[in-house]
């Protein structure tokens, strides 16, 4: 195998072909297939609770909070990971040891059900933990395969190759789940994620084979060295000091990611519960067609957000962006019909793709020139982590109290509303710099 140069075309396309790869995760399990599977589980109780851990759960509840648990140990261990992966010089094992333990998780997911909720529940885990911990060192390679000129547009691309690659599968997915009888929709469902787990392992095979695998310095770990992720989060916050747009760009990412990664995640158990879709099948296939319709749409939005952010500057265009998502928190407080919910899905579409592969390239902007790039990585994605647990605890919290996630949704406002107002904070710095 050849050794590619930074900047390289096949380089850069191999990177983002792992987005190709994983993100059929994110629109299968997360956003689709799965929460409409494990709604079905709770068909014929009238409450949907669940009993787990000692205690009675709402159904979206429990989801919510084994959710933000899984998070919660990701943004524990990525430091602990991402300093043995610098001591030892070989992030790309790390990066397929995570991408292994995702499909498999998803694979194992076939199996889920309510009568054994416990290893139900730790496939989904294993699914979640695999996916998000594998970006910790995935995003990480960004500032090393690619130019700043390059990294915008490379960003997006790997978001649109995800969009593309996902809605292959999910249409796929979908004419399986539809073409049959009512007595095998369920078992279309478990086939689906098994076909993401398989995707998701084969496909980041070619990224594997071309991204570099680093220098291995042939140490052993040690005490010293699992401590040393941390470590370097210290050496990286200390850095903030001095650095003070990072900072505040910093802040402001922990704030309104923390709302758009919340509802991204929920944005289906939302529309299963709060939208009135007249029949099941109806709402089955209203779920699957509003998921298609965000990342139609979101490919778009990538693209023109790129663009607009190459002619306002990143700030100006994350501020307008996060100004639509303040705006949808409470459109979706007010939705109860299917094509309120379509109008909101294509809202969502073109926002999300745009402020997540935005807000990536934005960060790797504002680094000092170093060439530690995955522990500053490493502190962006446990800024993310964190915010999204507070996120999904508080959004958890809402529902299961008040039984209604349209109370959950309208409170993630304020989040958005102090988002913008740190963006301006940077904006403001970016003047005096």
Request: glycine residues 8%.
């Amino acid at each position: 195998m050849e050794n590619l140069q930074k900047g390289s075309k096949k380089l850069l396309n191999a990177w983002a072909f792992y987005d190709w790869a994983n993100s059929v995760y994110t629109l299968t399990i997360a956003s689709s297939i799965f929460p409409i599977f494990y709604s079905a589980l709770f068909i014929n109780q009238t409450h949907k609770v669940v009993n787990a851990f000692g205690f009675e759960f709402k159904s979206t509840a429990l989801i919510t909070f084994i959710t933000a648990f899984t998070f919660l140990v990701v943004a524990f261990t990525s430091p602990i990971l991402s300093g043995i992966a610098d001591y030892v010089g070989n992030k790309k094992n790390f990066l397929k040891f995570f991408c292994y333990v995702g499909g498999l998780g998803c694979i194992g997911l076939y199996f889920f059900s309510l009568d054994h909720i416990y290893i139900s529940l730790l496939f989904y885990f294993m699914g979640l933990i695999g996916y998000w911990g594998s970006l910790v060192f995935y995003n990480s390679y960004l500032p090393d395969i690619a130019f700043p000129e390059q990294q915008d547009s490379i960003s997006a691309k790997g978001f649109s190759l995800g969009y593309i690659g996902s809605v292959i599968l999910l249409i796929i997915n979908l004419i399986m789940v539809m073409t049959a009888e009512d007595g095998q929709k369920m078992d279309m469902m478990r086939y689906s994620f098994v076909m993401v787990g398989i995707w998701w392992i084969g496909f980041s095979q070619y990224s594997f084979y071309w991204l570099p695998k680093g220098t291995s310095k042939g140490h052993k770990v040690t005490k010293e060295v699992v401590l040393d992720g941390f470590n370097e989060l210290k050496v990286v916050w200390k850095a903030l000091q001095e650095n003070v747009l990072l900072k505040k760009y910093l802040q402001s990412f922990f704030v309104f990611s923390m709302a758009v990664q919340t509802i991204m995640l929920v944005a289906v158990y939302f529309g299963e519960e709060e939208i009135n879709w007249g029949s099941d099948d109806a709402k089955t296939m209203g779920l699957i067609v509003s998921i298609l319709i965000i990342q139609l749409i979101a490919i778009v939005g990538a693209v023109l957000t790129s663009k607009a952010s190459s002619k306002f500057g990143n700030i100006k265009t994350l501020i307008a962006v996060n100004f639509i998502w303040m705006s949808l928190c409470f459109y979706a407080y007010f939705m109860e019909t299917p094509v309120q919910f379509y109008i909101a899905a294509s809202c969502v579409g073109f926002v999300m793709g745009g402020i997540q592969s935005l807000a990536r390239s934005t960060y790797s902007k504002f680094l000092p020139e170093t060439k530690d790039t995955t522990s500053y990585f490493s502190f962006f994605d446990v800024a993310e982590k964190i915010g999204i647990v507070i996120g999904m605890i508080i959004y958890g919290t809402i529902d299961q109290i008040t039984g209604s996630m349209r109370n959950s949704i309208l409170f993630l406002f304020i989040f958005f509303l102090i988002g913008i107002i740190l963006l301006f904070r940077v904006l403001k710095q970016q003047k005096l710099e």
